[in-house]
């Protein structure tokens, strides 16, 4: 496969669409130089090829991935995709070639720089979404849950089963403000879409007398002669402090109207109903 062509795949930034790309480079044997989203605003000298999202042609790699090489393979190269690595496309590029050519042995070929860097993301991927299962905070608005966080990975596909569990029978929304995705969820169903726009309701009355309550017992319980700030930090980093409901100053209890959340999508789901 020729490493020559100068040339960019700009695809739809979806993991079938990514998929496409996959299929593109090994039909016309070649390695683009970049893959970029349609989100990637970028200037370049090279030719820009737009690789259409085709479902046939994405399923027929992500099963070509499962049968010569592994599922824990396909797992794994799914995982990066989520994740915040840099260039991940090319990434992912180079080690399906690496899979394809020395199959499943391929994920224990550790020393190996394309194997090592989309381990080293994933792992990345997994301890952040580990952290946010304890580090969301829900705000109640009549019965309904909603959050916000701010992951550098792309977190939500991870995280959701671990809540859609926790209130199987709720409505619930999480929303990443990174990325600009929803997580919608009702009665064991959700839903993770697009959004161009999402401003959370205002705190009723309860719900502010809620945080002011959890705020006065998360001070309470603390012990002034062992407070260690950097142990803190070490196991709650500073970055997610702004969504911890606990690190906030007490909210106002004054009456406070009621707004339903507000959600301006351009309608592109990025994972359908489950």
Not at 203 to 224: P, S
Request: with cysteine; net charge positive.
């Amino acid at each position: 496969m020729s490493d020559g062509p100068d040339l960019i795949y700009r695809y739809d930034g979806s993991f079938k669409g990514l998929m496409c790309c996959v299929f593109e480079s090994f039909y016309q044997r070649e390695t683009p130089l970049r893959v970029i989203s349609h989100a990637e605003t970028q200037e370049s000298l090279f030719e820009i090829r737009e690789v259409v999202t085709d479902n046939t042609k994405a399923s027929r790699v992500m099963r070509a991935v499962v049968e010569k090489i592994s599922g824990e393979a396909m797992n794994l190269v799914y995982s990066a995709y989520l994740s915040d690595l840099k260039d991940k496309e090319l990434h992912i590029l180079r080690f399906l070639r690496l899979g394809f050519k020395y199959g499943a042995s391929v994920m224990r070929m550790l020393t190996d720089d394309t194997v090592r860097i989309l381990n080293k993301a994933v792992t990345h991927l997994s301890n952040e979404a580990a952290l946010l299962r304890g580090f969301v905070r829900f705000s109640d608005f009549g019965g309904g849950l909603v959050a916000t966080i701010e992951p550098k990975n792309n977190v939500l596909p991870v995280i959701k089963h671990h809540f859609l569990s926790r209130y199987p029978d709720g409505c619930f929304i999480i929303y990443d403000k990174t990325h600009k995705l929803v997580l919608l969820a009702q009665q064991g169903r959700s839903r993770i879409i697009q959004v161009d726009d999402f401003v959370p309701p205002q705190a009723g009355n309860d719900e502010l007398r809620y945080r002011t309550m959890w705020k006065r017992f998360y001070d309470t319980i603390a012990v002034e002669g062992r407070e260690n700030p950097k142990c803190r930090m070490t196991h709650m980093p500073k970055r997610y402090w702004a969504h911890l409901t606990e690190m906030q100053t007490p909210p106002d209890t004054r009456p406070i109207t009621d707004a339903p959340a507000r959600l301006t999508s351009n309608n592109t789901p990025a994972s359908g109903l489950r």
